[in-house]
């Protein structure tokens, strides 16, 4: 009997000291959740803040139709497997190989090769190196990337326009979209796009900012390019420019004083030779950056590095000569300024993004294809929007996979504020309606509001 009483007095004890628990969870549920419908503001959870992805992209009407015309009138022959080669080209380039790792390699080799031939007796050493030298240029002849400078004449500027016309158009919409969703109050004046190619940039800052756009420089080094762009632009026809005020350059204007509010370099920094002269020109446009630089290439590990080289230049290197003393601050995919633990992580696996679109109408094409691209987006540190961690409570990851909506459940890969890769499974239980609903309702390249009291629901990934 005195055996029970005690049971029941410790059973009563515990649901008594549960109290306390209870209430501290609920309280931290309840500090959750007013920070969640602080973010939300009224709108529905599809549509939370972080929320950057865009439907199926398709093409101006204009500019569909003026493509479909050149096409048509060009008459290239054997398009359709042209351009397919194409596209499947440029999606597999690599960066040349600089001229220091070549000489590495080919003095390593050469170690090697001289070292299996210390043993033989009798050879001439002259005769043994002239061997040595011409086995060493072989060997690197057959391990290294052969690249070459691409030249655009008119007829493969329509090849290129039928490969890659949408895909271009459709990444770089969805990069700028980044801007457009994220600070509201950004109306640019001016745009400079380098490398401009047919000018799809220059279209898609005209579908989210036409009203206050009022300058647009295209530069582009080949004149070919150029003059397929001014010709989409008029839609193909005789007819005046569709965009008013678009000026076409084959150089940069010179002078660093002169800065536009908006900068661009779609699939460009990938045609320099040489990491040199890569530096050299992501300096050179982020001097002439008013309020932010963006820059997209494929999304392949060749693309990503690419980036990733350019944001180290500008968050590390210091100029010589400033004109403008407003740091540069990462904007866009990263919500840190740390290293890209993408890149630490073996096998690497490139940081990019996914973006449905509709490909122009040709022969071989279907309704809806998808562009995989890699961005970055830097701005001048007094446009820090929505910076992340400006609270202690409220920071925010970016979602660098597909998320798997699962039952009661769901799973995310997100960079962290923290600069480290983590997995996230949210449940309505542990991290609010709010926030669960959120998370269904986002995507791959969305960002998701991440609280601090969750921390412990985060896992690194291995």
């Known amino acids: 009997m005195s055996s029970l009483l005690q049971r029941l007095i410790g059973a009563g004890w515990r649901r008594f000291a549960a109290f306390p628990l209870r209430d501290t969870q609920m309280c931290e549920s309840t500090a959750v959740a007013l920070v969640q419908a602080e973010l939300l503001k009224g709108s529905p959870h599809r549509k939370h803040p972080g929320v950057t992805n865009l439907k199926t992209v398709r093409l101006p009407e204009d500019l569909q139709r ?128 380098f490398g401009s190619g047919l000018g799809t940039v220059l279209w898609a800052s005209h579908s989210h900012w036409g009203d206050s756009l009022k300058e647009y420089v295209c530069v582009d080094a080949s004149g070919a390019m150029n003059t397929l762009a001014e010709q989409l632009l008029s839609g193909g026809s005789e007819k005046g420019p ?30 320099l030779s040489t990491q040199k002269e890569r530096e050299d020109t992501v300096l ?57 633990p993408k890149l630490l992580n073996q096998p690497v696996v490139p940081c990019n993004f996914l973006q449905s679109y509709c490909p122009l109408p040709l022969p071989g094409s279907g309704e809806t294809e998808q562009e995989k691209f890699s961005y970055l987006i830097m701005c001048r540190e007094e446009k820090q929007v929505e910076k992340p961690g400006q609270t202690e409570l409220v920071q925010w990851g970016r979602l660098t996979a597909p998320v798997h909506r699962r039952t009661r459940h769901v799973q995310c890969q997100i960079c962290s504020s923290t600069g480290k890769l983590k997995q996230l499974a949210v449940t309505p ?29 985060l896992t690194e990934e291995p």
């Open 242 to 271: 569709l965009i008013k005020h678009a000026y076409f350059r084959q150089f940069l204007p010179v002078s660093p004083k002169v800065q536009s509010d908006l900068v661009v370099a779609a699939f460009s920094l990938s045609e």
């Open 284 to 340: 050179t446009l982020w001097r002439k950056t008013n309020t932010y630089l963006v820059l997209v290439e494929n999304g392949t590990k060749q693309g990503h590095h690419i980036l990733m080289e350019a944001r180290d230049v500008l968050l590390k290197k210091q100029e010589k000569v400033l004109h403008d003393f407003r740091r540069p601050v990462v904007f866009a995919p990263c919500t840190h300024e740390l290293s890209c």
């Open 66 to 193: 003026g493509a479909l015309m050149l096409i048509h009138k060009s008459e290239v022959k054997d398009l359709s497997e042209r351009s397919s080669k194409l596209k499947n080209y440029l999606w597999s380039r690599k960066r040349a190989v600089e001229a220091s790792e070549l000489r590495e390699k080919a003095v390593t080799l050469e170690r090697k090769l001289m070292e299996k031939n210390q043993q033989k007796d009798g050879e001439d050493s002259s005769t043994s190196d002239s061997k040595i030298r011409k086995k060493v240029l072989y060997e690197l002849r057959k391990m290294t990337y052969h690249w070459m400078p691409l030249r655009y004449d008119e007829e493969l500027g329509v090849v290129y326009l039928a490969a890659r016309l949408a895909g271009s158009y459709a990444a770089a919409i969805r990069a700028l979209n980044e801007i457009k969703k994220r600070d509201q109050m950004f109306a640019p004046c001016s745009l400079l796009d």
């Open 429 to 457: 239980r542990k991290h609010g309606r709010d926030m669960y609903r959120c998370a269904r309702s986002s995507d791959w390249g969305d960002r998701l509001p991440t609280i601090s009291t969750e921390d412990n629901a």
